[in-house]
């Protein structure tokens, strides 16, 4: 049972441009967390979906952030017109149930130059 | 506001040696305690997870402890080896809700030969 898939390991960005990271969780989870870790922090909840639904996106950014998870295919988190403080290591999560151990990918890297 | 704090922020131990790291933690009402360790550039992995029940959690070489009381966990790292340099979260759940957990900073463990 392979773990959870993050894609691209890294992504390097310009100011202005798109970036779009992948999230492919555990066989039989349906619960999807994403979280952002700044360099030197902790891990910050941005968002928690199931399929085709998002429950809590109370730690995302308003603005040119955006999640979804849908009935096929990897939860994608997609961040519009990045600035260079939207640079971070970006964890996913996907647990069986919200009450469930979370069972962590391995991240993406994004670098905004 | 839920917050864990973590210390130290950083240790080195010798190969063999035992080493405790603290967690104190802030959020109410409070359902369990989780102890990941994140190797560098990887994902956090769950070592051991508490309720408000549980007093103590072993798991190899890793024990953790809670005082629900004072609102402390530790974790205990004993006849440490190389393998053991990372950092250890310490994660606090308010009411079993995934989206819900608070983070602290980590510890950063650095075990030399």
């Known amino acids: 049972n392979a773990g959870v898939m993050q894609n691209p390991r890294h992504l390097v960005r310009r100011r202005g441009q798109e970036a779009r990271l992948r999230c492919s969780p555990m066989?039989?989870?349906?619960?999807v967390y994403w979280y952002r870790q700044l360099p030197e922090e902790g891990l910050k909840f941005m968002v928690y979906?199931?399929?085709?639904?998002?429950?809590?996106e109370s730690g995302m950014p308003k603005e040119r952030f955006s999640a979804e998870f849908p009935k096929e295919g990897p939860s994608i988190l997609r961040i519009q017109q990045v600035v260079r403080g939207d640079s971070a290591a970006y964890f996913c999560?996907?647990?069986?149930?919200?009450?469930?151990?979370?069972?962590f990918g391995p991240g993406t890297r994004l670098l905004v130059l | 506001k839920n917050q864990v704090e973590q210390s130290p922020q950083s240790l080195i131990i010798l190969e063999g040696k035992n080493c405790t790291l603290q967690?104190?933690?802030?959020?109410?009402?409070?359902?369990?305690l989780r102890w990941y360790k994140q190797d560098t550039g990887r994902g956090p992995v769950s070592l051991t997870i508490m309720t408000f029940s549980e007093n103590t959690k072993s798991n190899g070489r890793y024990t953790a402890t809670l005082d629900a009381d004072t609102k402390q966990s530790s974790l205990h790292i004993t006849a440490s080896q190389l393998s053991d340099s990372a950092s250890y979260i310490c994660?606090?759940?308010?009411?079993?809700?995934?989206?819900?957990?608070?983070f602290g900073g980590g510890t950063r463990l650095m075990v030399k030969p």
């Open positions: 967690c104190n933690y802030t959020v109410s009402p409070f359902s369990n």
């Open positions: 994660v606090v759940s308010p009411n079993n809700a995934g989206n819900m957990l608070t």
């Open positions: 999560a996907s647990s069986p149930a919200i009450q469930e151990t979370q069972y």
């Open positions: 066989k039989g989870h349906s619960h």
């Open positions: 979906l199931q399929k085709e639904n998002i429950i809590d």
